[in-house]
């Protein structure tokens, strides 16, 4: 992986947001579903660079934080800028597009499409903002290959290992040079020693510059990947603190 492939930027990008170095900014969120409130009053910033873990038990409102700085789900109350983007400002349409071009996600089950084999999973990011299939296939195997998988780019889902499966959706989430890559239980399904490989990888893509937004029940996890670790309980931050990250 390269820095120049990790910090590259959308060139719409707010100057204001590149000059603070500021990634995420949520204030005063509040999201209601009936009448369970999920998250109450979280206020929250992400500086370029970082790598945050959000810690807490079931149903604190960890999932509901990450789906809001995506746009997959809209607050009842508050703001979330990311990358300068006011996302209460776009409507469904503009979300789609925002996430295509600024946020990359991995998952916990890796979502990966079955009946593509792992190049054009991850060439297909591309392929939806508009990028030509020759040049996203060529940007897809750069990525496999940096991740140490190129010789598994013809291969489908169903034949790759769990660590195999996880570096596809990584260089998936990576195709458009996101802002921001968020990580859902990302070693969740997978055996100790592919998940200590998806550790390193983390390591590795945050020292180049890449900011991440981890989401886990696993201290290991986040004491090994996260610089900052942010602790909710019943929809609120109860705590944050610096982390030295541990071999």
């Not at 503009?94 to 054009?120: E, K, S, V, W, Y």
């Not at 889902?157 to 239980?185: F, H, I, K, T, Y």
């Amino acid at each position: 992986m390269t820095t120049e492939d990790i910090n590259s930027t959308a060139p719409e990008a707010d100057s204001a947001v590149v000059r603070d170095q500021e990634v995420v900014r949520m204030s005063g969120l509040r999201k209601e579903y009936g009448d369970t409130v999920a998250l109450n009053g979280v206020s929250l910033e992400i500086g370029a660079g970082e790598a945050v873990a959000v810690m807490g038990p079931s149903g604190c409102g960890k999932s509901t934080l990450l789906n809001m700085i995506a746009g997959l789900d809209r607050p009842s109350a508050g703001s979330v800028r990311v990358h300068g983007e006011d996302l209460g400002g776009l409507n469904e349409t503009g979300l789609a597009l925002f996430r295509r071009r600024r946020i990359g996600m991995i998952f916990q089950f890796f979502n990966l499409i079955d009946d593509l084999p792992a190049i054009d999973n991850v060439a297909l990011a591309a392929q939806l903002t508009g990028t030509p299939v020759r040049q996203a296939r060529r940007r897809a195997l750069e990525l496999l290959e940096e991740l140490g998988i190129a010789d598994r780019k013809n291969v489908y889902p169903a034949a790759l290992s769990g660590g195999e499966r996880q570096r596809v959706a990584v260089a998936r989430a990576l195709m458009n040079r996101p802002a921001l890559l968020l990580a859902d239980e990302p070693t969740g399904a997978l055996d100790s020693h592919s998940g200590e490989q998806v550790m390193d990888l983390l390591i590795d893509l945050n020292e180049l510059g890449q900011t991440l937004l981890l989401v886990t029940h696993d201290q290991r996890l986040a004491t090994r990947c996260a610089s900052r670790l942010v602790t909710m309980a019943d929809g609120r931050i109860i705590g944050e603190r610096t982390l030295e990250r541990s071999a």
